[in-house]
């Protein structure tokens, strides 16, 4: 499929990488400077954050300067929810988002950044972004946001902190029937809507509320966010048993979404560095995630006697089972939702297989660090 202009390719990266080579060429004195506000849909000293100023940083020198934009934390200007409408009105340039905050609108928004167990398809998070960039993914997600929404922004899907940990249990559940029994924090929407329909007790709550509510017993555990984030929270203090094995939120896509009137304003070059800069920031953050989810799992493991356990057995299969009941009757009423899962079920066919057998070699070359010479 040919990509538009405003598509993603490996093609924009290497662009990005030579851009970024020659930022320091000289532009005309006479450039008028743009200057911009990102607001984040998280706190000040996120792992996101670092990242939002990473791609900013990167778009100020390909730019040589002509479009700065100043990132700020969550609440700087609105609240996160209020984002999506507060970039469509032009009260901020441009913000970081995520599309599942829309489901109150239209269901679909979770199938792109939030997909549940690979919203049933079998697509795991690089196979996700495959379908993003090199499948339908990218003309769905600009229908979606344009047309269902009918939002008059330019949204990129930036830097993946996925997957999203399985969790934490004050008492390891070594059984699914254990697992179901927990009142157990879990994000709202598909994600609650799946545990309900396996026969667990969701709890929905604020990520303020975690540690006092399993301080005072009225959870049994939770889940948060990934490995890096779950360590900053310090849940290590309440509980000391964690899972990475969950499917409720196994791929984790942010937005920057930005106001169409002020997109279009732009020069094609300072366009075309955006979609380069955002496409960079994909990277980012699956390397930065890995190597910072990487150093949070070894304190946890070590400094802070932290056990990690398996997900229970036939807990897979009943999400898996549930998720596709769930989303079933979705997609039964909801014409674009079934339009998108469609499409991912589609390309799934064509890059599972080829997965299956790349992640056995996978697994042969991680088992070379526990062979002794």
Same mark, same amino acid.
């Given at each position: 499929?040919?990509?538009?202009?405003?598509?993603?390719?490996?093609?924009?990266?290497?662009?990005?990488?030579?851009?970024l080579?020659?930022?320091?060429?000289?532009?005309?004195?006479?450039?008028?400077?743009?200057?911009?506000?990102?607001?984040?849909?998280?706190?000040?000293?996120?792992?996101?954050?670092?990242?939002?100023?990473?791609m900013?940083?990167?778009?100020?020198?390909?730019?040589?300067?002509?479009?700065?934009?100043?990132v700020?934390?969550?609440?700087?200007?609105?609240?996160? #929810?209020?984002?999506?409408?507060?970039? !469509?009105k032009?009260?901020?340039?441009?913000?970081?988002?995520?599309?599942?905050?829309?489901?109150?609108? $239209?269901?679909?928004?979770?199938?792109?950044?939030?997909?549940?167990?690979?919203?049933?398809?079998?697509?795991?998070?690089?196979?996700?972004?495959?379908?993003?960039?090199?499948?339908?993914?990218?003309?769905?997600?600009?229908?979606?946001?344009?047309?269902?929404?009918?939002?008059?922004?330019?949204? #990129?899907?930036?830097?993946?902190?996925?997957?999203?940990?399985?969790?934490?249990?004050?008492?390891?559940?070594?059984?699914?029937? !254990?697992?179901?029994k927990?009142?157990?924090?879990?994000?709202?929407?598909?994600?609650?809507?799946?545990?309900?329909?396996?026969?667990?007790?969701?709890? $929905?709550?604020?990520?303020?509320?975690?540690?006092?509510?399993?301080?005072?017993?009225?959870?049994?555990?939770?889940?948060?966010?990934?490995?890096?984030?779950?360590?900053?929270?310090?849940?290590?203090d309440v509980?000391? $048993?964690?899972?990475?094995?969950?499917?409720?939120?196994a791929?984790?896509?942010?937005?920057?979404?930005?106001?169409?009137?002020?997109?279009?304003?732009?020069?094609?070059?300072?366009?075309?560095?955006?979609?380069?800069a955002?496409?960079?920031?994909?990277?980012?953050?699956?390397? #930065?995630?890995?190597?910072?989810?990487?150093?949070?799992?070894?304190?946890?493991?070590?400094?802070?006697?932290? $056990?990690?356990?398996? &997900?229970?057995?036939?807990?897979?299969?009943? #999400?898996?089972?549930?998720?596709?009941?769930?989303?079933?009757?979705?997609e &039964?009423?909801?014409?674009?939702?079934?339009?998108?899962?469609?499409?991912?079920?589609?390309?799934?066919?064509?890059?599972?297989?080829?997965?299956?057998?790349?992640?056995?070699?996978?697994?042969?070359?991680?088992?070379?660090?526990?062979?002794?010479?």
């Open positions: 499929m040919k990509r538009k202009i405003l598509g993603v390719s490996l093609a924009v990266v290497v662009a990005c990488a030579l851009t080579s020659i930022s320091g060429l000289t532009v005309s004195a006479h450039a008028a400077q743009i200057k911009w506000k990102m607001q984040s849909s998280h706190p000040a000293g996120a792992p996101q954050i670092v990242l939002l100023n990473r900013a940083d990167d778009i100020d020198k390909m730019s040589a300067g002509r479009l700065k934009i100043e700020l934390a969550s609440g700087a200007i609105v609240k996160p #929810f209020q984002l999506l409408d507060a970039v !469509d032009g009260i901020i340039q441009c913000g970081q988002f995520w599309t599942h905050y829309t489901m109150g609108k $239209n269901p679909a928004g979770s199938l792109f950044s939030s997909p549940l167990g690979g919203a049933g398809s079998g697509l795991d998070m690089f196979n996700h972004l495959s379908w993003y960039l090199q499948g339908e993914g990218r003309d769905l997600y600009l229908e979606y946001y344009t047309k269902i929404l009918g939002a008059d922004v330019m949204p #990129f899907m930036i830097a993946p902190d996925g997957p999203e940990a399985f969790g934490w249990s004050r008492v390891q559940p070594k059984t699914l029937k !254990d697992y179901l927990k009142r157990y924090r879990m994000s709202s929407g598909l994600s609650s809507d799946v545990l309900k329909d396996m026969g667990g007790i969701p709890v $929905n709550m604020h990520g303020a509320e975690i540690i006092p509510a399993l301080e005072r017993g009225l959870l049994d555990g939770g889940e948060w966010i990934n490995t890096s984030s779950d360590l900053k929270m310090g849940l290590y509980c000391k $048993n964690y899972s990475l094995q969950g499917l409720h939120q791929i984790g896509i942010q937005d920057i979404i930005i106001n169409g009137e002020a997109w279009r304003a732009l020069p094609p070059d300072l366009q075309a560095i955006i979609t380069c955002t496409s960079k920031s994909i990277i980012d953050g699956l390397m #930065f995630f890995i190597e910072e989810n990487s150093k949070a799992l070894k304190i946890l493991i070590e400094e802070k006697g932290v $056990n990690v356990f398996d &997900a229970p057995p036939g807990y897979s299969e009943a #999400f898996i089972k549930s998720a596709k009941r769930v989303l079933g009757k979705i &039964a009423k909801e014409p674009f939702f079934k339009k998108v899962l469609d499409s991912q079920r589609k390309y799934a066919t064509l890059v599972v297989p080829f997965t299956k057998e790349t992640n056995k070699l996978g697994q042969l070359i991680a088992g070379a660090a526990e062979i002794k010479k």
